[in-house]
């Protein structure tokens, strides 16, 4: 089993940046194609971002490309999500996925972090 933890959610304003990490146990860190995926109030859970394993290759959700980076660290087995020009609609609680092949769809996930609640106020 692989346990993932997020962390680095709250409340800002709209415009603000944060950065979201999500720490990984219990597998091969740099075995797993990582992402993250969202799900706001009322809302289907949907991809935001995906990284390859050696953090060389990335894709993003067409909503968040230009505004979030997805990176990570293999020697410190995190997950990071720097989101920049925060909106509204980005207002859901964020989720770290790990997967072994690909992550962009849900159904291919093994593993899913337990999630981060991340509010923007307009």
């Known amino acids: 089993q692989m346990q993932l933890v997020e962390s680095g959610g709250g409340l800002v304003q709209a415009g603000a940046s944060l950065r979201l990490s999500c720490a990984a146990s219990?597998?091969?860190?740099?075995?797993?194609?990582m992402g993250w995926f969202r799900q706001a109030p009322g809302k289907e859970r949907e991809f935001v971002a995906q990284?390859?394993?050696?953090?060389?290759?990335?894709h993003y959700a067409d909503s968040v490309k230009g505004r979030f980076t997805i990176s990570r660290e293999n020697a410190k087995n995190t997950l990071y999500l720097d989101m920049n020009n925060l909106k509204s609609e980005d207002t859901a609680v964020y989720y770290c996925?790990?997967?072994?092949?690909?992550?962009?769809?849900?159904?291919?996930?093994?593993?899913w972090g337990q999630g981060t609640q991340v509010t923007v106020s307009s």
């Open positions: 996925a790990a997967g072994w092949v690909t992550v962009v769809n849900g159904a291919a996930v093994n593993y």
């Open positions: 219990g597998r091969t860190f740099s075995s797993y194609v």
């Open positions: 990284i390859s394993k050696n953090g060389g290759s990335t």
